[in-house]
């Protein structure tokens, strides 16, 4: 197991990871912490080339959906545990915003146990944000009943790349010493110095004619308007699957 | 790394974790996966006793905040990133509810692959699932500035105690291929049938005096109304950190 040095993999051989593998992985990450031992999550496998076509655009047809050998989609779910509830004559009352978190952060902590374990195991991942930029999409096509709602999404295969490791900040910009201690502009400067300086983000910054990266970042990648709709979208499959 | 055989750690010796190991760690987790590589989230080391006294009711007083070397408040963070932005020109449309989840996700994979880091290490953490249930408190004693929000708090400390390990759903209950399969009554039954078998949670039945293990959760653990409550101070928090 070694984190430093993982990179993220996009592009995978055709050999198939079995179902023995992928199930013990998932078994081992169970071990993941989760709150009050609830295990607030399922997981969704993709292996069906038809099904793939139909979450790739949801994903905007980012190619790992339909190169990987199998897709994940990690879902919050409290209604399995609301079902086990009612069998049981006990009034569950998780169709909130807070179970909504808990159920999300225990979803977030196993598959990210997952990945490491999967990665230990040779295997290579990539984590799909897009998977709540258009989350009724996903819910539909999986069929994820109310009380369950997709988080994030990975994709696993044998690795058939092995790109270079992407720049991360200095530490000293994201720990903080007994209180948050606010930033001045310099410390700015200094932290996102080396981003900054890349040649690959300079030439993104020239392509899309930017002044400079921040501006690749919020008129191009991610921008207001786009987190604005999403956010609107993302609060209605909220409403829609009982959790608001 | 041995995910499959960890358990959470309440109880620690009073040797302290180290500086120099904790920004070692720190900085390996920082290579788990972020949204565009834009790592959206700070975390506040508590060290200081008078600090652990002040949050420790906004964790119930659970006795590892005063107990452990080290608390570290993991929060997902847009206000840096916004930052950065504002000092380019460029306008940073993160104040909303996407940016929050986005910013949640990175936090909850990078405070996943420290705890699996640091368990490797020999050392013992345990989560705080308490964090998101009064945020606010949690946002003023740690002076956290508009679009960050505290997301999970882990202790840290050398083991002193090797509880059993606790249990866990079979992995089955979890998994659905190609479709999310909904449960019938008889899985249900299956899936929890361990879980209800235990004599710790048949312990916990009787001294509760319910009729059953679903109702300690439903009826006294994690009850509908602390839950309404509860969600309705961390979308207030949200809003009050500009994230809604």
Redesign the interface.
């Known amino acids: 197991?070694d984190?430093?040095?993982?990179r993220?993999i996009r592009k995978y051989k055709t050999d198939d990871v079995s179902e023995e593998l992928l199930?013990r992985l998932?078994?081992?990450?169970?071990?993941?912490?989760t709150?009050?031992?609830?295990?607030l999550?399922?997981?969704?496998?993709?292996?069906?080339k038809e099904?793939k076509h139909r979450l790739s655009p949801l994903h905007f047809n980012q190619p790992m959906v339909m190169n990987a050998p199998v897709v994940l989609t990690f879902?919050a779910d409290f209604h399995?545990?609301t079902?086990?509830?009612h069998?049981?004559?006990?009034?569950?009352?998780?169709d909130?915003?807070?179970?909504f978190?808990?159920a999300?952060?225990d979803t977030?902590?196993f598959?990210?146990?997952f990945?490491?374990?999967a990665e230990?195991e040779g295997l290579g991942?990539?984590?799909l944000?897009t998977t709540?930029?258009q989350p009724q999409g996903i819910i539909d096509v999986?069929?994820?009943?109310r009380l369950?709602f997709p988080?994030?999404t990975i994709t696993v295969g044998w690795p058939d790349e092995m790109p270079e490791?992407?720049?991360?900040?200095p530490?000293a910009?994201?720990?903080?010493?007994?209180?948050?201690h606010?930033?001045v502009?310099d410390d700015?400067?200094r932290?996102?110095a080396l981003k900054e300086s890349l040649p690959e983000n300079q030439h993104f910054v020239a392509i899309n004619q930017k002044?400079?990266?921040?501006?690749v970042?919020?008129?191009c990648?991610?921008?207001?308007?786009d987190?604005?709709f999403?956010?609107t979208g993302?609060?209605e499959a909220l409403k829609q699957q009982g959790f608001l």
């Open positions: 197991m984190i430093k040095n993982r993220t199930s998932l078994d081992e990450a169970a071990r993941a912490a709150m009050g031992n609830m295990q999550y399922s997981v969704v496998v993709t292996r069906d099904m879902c399995r545990f079902y086990w509830c069998q049981r004559n006990a009034d569950a009352g998780y909130n915003f807070l179970s978190i808990n999300a952060s977030l902590l598959t990210q146990a990945t490491t374990l230990t991942t990539c984590y944000g709540v930029y999986l069929g994820l009943p369950v988080i994030t490791q992407t720049d991360r900040l530490l910009g994201l720990l903080h010493k007994e209180k948050y606010d930033y502009a700015i400067d932290i996102y002044e400079n990266l921040a501006q970042f919020t008129d990648r991610y921008t207001r308007r987190n604005e999403l956010s993302m609060l």
